[in-house]
């Protein structure tokens, strides 16, 4: 079976990639947890991304853990959409 990688977000600035990775182990067998971070302040921008094994173990995360609270927060969780690479980054044409 092929790995499902799964979007979180709203997530709080306490968790850092082990403490993300051990919410989800419950589920089954996570192959990586990446909280993504600012590359400039190294700060996390609060969200992050999850890969299950399996697609079944990455459904039942996904509706076990979506809308639950960590921290304070309320977490969105749900099926990570594939990156779609950008040509423009935002800067300024002149």
Known sequence: MA???IYVGNI????DND??????DEFGAVESAQIISDRDTG??????F???SNSEEAQAAI???NGKEVDGRTLTVNEAKPRVERSDRGGRRR
């Open 3 to 5: 790995e499902k990688k």
């Open 43 to 48: 700060r996390s921008k609060g969200f992050a």
């Open 63 to 65: 509706e076990a853990m």
């Open 19 to 24: 403490s993300l990775k051990e919410l989800f």
């Open 12 to 15: 709080p600035y306490s968790l």
């Open 50 to 52: 999850v890969e299950m």
